[in-house]
């Protein structure tokens, strides 16, 4: 079972490959501007000027002539990435239409048109041809949870005397809320600070006023890192009274992005021993990623052993768990999850066009206007779907995910279990993958209306809740990248000794393959280009 273009394409397509997974694409950025005319040739001067005159001239010409050969080099240096960029918009663009060009491969979503034309052929293969024992051989069994490498490096700086405390305002998603979690752990130990349970901002896009408490296990995440790093609820008395109790008056340290250990040493160090109090907010990402083996076991440590969902999360989580593995008995108890982005919020800043015409692009407009106001009108901004699609950077649809998968040999017996937020058009996207796959399970549908009913709301526990039935799934599947996937490959490696079943598509081929209506689907055999 698979898909076959014109033999004379020889272009390679992994579904396990690690490239062109990247996340959502902005839109490009795009000036014009003429050229200005070329600068007059040097005057000419008359043959009667003496010997010795042509002589001290001949210097300052030469300079001249150098000036304005750079001049020349600098324009061209514009011009050409400009001819470049304007070259795409005629062809990837909304004019190509308009002047006759055709379109570049991938550059533009057919993949409904696809599916329409393989969907009798896609129905009547249920036979599974390719083998999949690499896949399915055994049913993998989460191992006892091994402990994070200790690592016998020491401190990285000396004790500071009495007792500093370092607090941290996280914001985001889930994922990106634990990235930072793991870095302030890891951050209260290169500084030798306390760390204050850190606080979660509300953000606008995930609306989720959740705190640390309600997602994770406080209790256990301060007693895992003791001896450790020290971690506290709140801040003590004697300290807040300095603040007339409230943190907001604590002045906020602003940090570069990705700030190394020497800026944490040599900048942010003195202000604790001599505050006694720092607090840094923004936190996301402010903390390099080469840091020392001790300071890079504390994140292991933070992530792995000490970051556990509360109980209302854990105790459905593990419900839904169960429930998926009964449902997959088709395939003994094995299933497939799949991380879908195709939210409205990551179809809209993606940039990227489907097939809803004038209708989808009027809405788009929209909600990016709603979401980040004039951020995609700035002046010399222009919006490149096609240029977008082609570099895969738009978010795979429910549909293109269904096609793969069957062109890999998955077939309509398989479990999915499907993780996502509200998918955009959910109704008429949806549709083709219960078609190909009408075994797919989201939280939804497993869990009754009372046993979500706490959750409604609240997209970070919702989003936990994905995590773990994910992270117990055979093969995990992801579209678009970003904080959860990584988290959840790591996760999943550390869990199974580093082994564990990704599908990682490489949107640059895939896109190219399914723009191509030439292509057959063929019973029995996978053809790839």
Not at 290 to 296: D, E, L, M, T
Not at 320 to 342: A, C, D, N, P, Q
Not at 441 to 465: I, N, Q, V
Request: proline fraction near 7%.
């Amino acid at each position: 079972m698979g898909m076959k273009a014109k033999p004379h394409h020889h272009h390679h397509y992994n579904g396990n490959g690690g490239g062109g997974g990247g996340g959502g694409g902005n839109c490009s950025e795009s000036s014009s501007s003429t050229s200005p005319s070329p600068p007059p040739s040097p005057r000419r001067h008359s043959s009667t000027l003496s010997h010795c005159r042509r002589k001290l001239r001949s210097k300052p010409i030469s300079v001249v002539a150098g000036f304005l050969l750079l001049r020349r080099f600098l324009r061209l240096l514009v011009v050409l990435p400009l001819l470049y960029v304007s070259g795409l918009i005629m062809c990837v663009g909304p004019f190509s239409g308009l002047m006759g060009h055709t379109p570049l491969p991938g550059s533009v979503y057919r993949s409904h048109e696809m599916f329409e034309l393989l969907w009798p052929h896609i129905q009547a293969d249920n036979s599974t041809p390719i083998e999949l024992s690499s896949v399915w051989r055994y049913r993998r069994k989460l191992k006892e949870q091994k402990p994070c490498p200790p690592s016998t490096a020491g401190p990285q700086l000396e004790s500071p005397g009495p007792s500093v405390y370092l607090i941290v305002e996280v914001n985001g998603g889930l994922n990106q809320q634990r990235s930072a979690i793991c870095n302030a752990v890891a951050l209260a130990g290169l500084l030798n600070a306390i760390l204050v349970i850190p606080n979660f901002e509300f953000h606008n896009v995930w609306r989720d006023p959740s705190t640390f408490g309600d997602i994770y296990d406080e209790d256990h995440f301060i007693a895992t890192l003791e001896g450790h790093v020290k971690v506290v609820k709140e801040l003590p008395e004697m300290v807040l009274e300095r603040y007339d109790h409230s943190i907001a008056n604590i002045p906020t340290l602003r940090v570069q992005a990705w700030a190394p250990v020497r800026y944490y040493k040599g900048e942010v160090y003195p202000i604790l021993q001599r505050q006694g109090v720092i607090r840094i907010a923004p936190f996301a990402n402010r903390l390099a990623m080469n840091v020392p083996p001790s300071i890079q076991h504390l994140r292991c440590l933070a992530n792995y052993e000490a970051l556990k969902f509360s109980s209302p999360i854990s105790n459905l989580a593990r419900k839904l768990v169960e429930r998926m593995t009964e449902m997959s008995s088709r395939t003994g108890g094995k299933y497939v999850s799949i991380h879908l982005r195709f939210e409205e919020d990551m179809v809209a800043f993606s940039c990227c066009l489907y097939d809803g015409g004038e209708a989808e692009n009027s809405e788009m407009n929209s909600i990016r206007q709603k979401g980040w106001g004039d951020k995609f009108k700035r002046k010399g901004r222009v919006t490149l779907p096609g240029l977008n699609r082609i570099d895969g950077k738009c978010p795979l649809t429910p549909l293109e995910v269904g096609m793969m998968l069957r062109g890999m040999g998955f077939d309509n017996s398989t479990s999915i279990y499907l993780a996502s937020g509200k998918i955009y058009w959910a109704e008429k996207h949806l549709a083709p993958l219960l078609k190909m796959f009408p075994y797919l399970h989201t939280k939804e549908s497993l869990a009754t209306p009372d046993e979500l009913a706490p959750f409604k709301g609240y997209s970070s526990r919702l989003a936990a809740l994905d995590y773990t039935v994910c992270l117990s799934s055979e093969v995990f599947v992801t579209t678009q990248g970003g904080n959860f996937p990584h988290f959840l490959m790591g996760h999943r490696r550390f869990l199974n000794g580093g082994h564990a079943k990704t599908i990682i598509p490489d949107k640059r081929k895939l896109v190219v393959l399914l723009h191509d209506m030439s292509i057959r689907y063929c019973v029995g055999v996978v053809y790839v280009k």
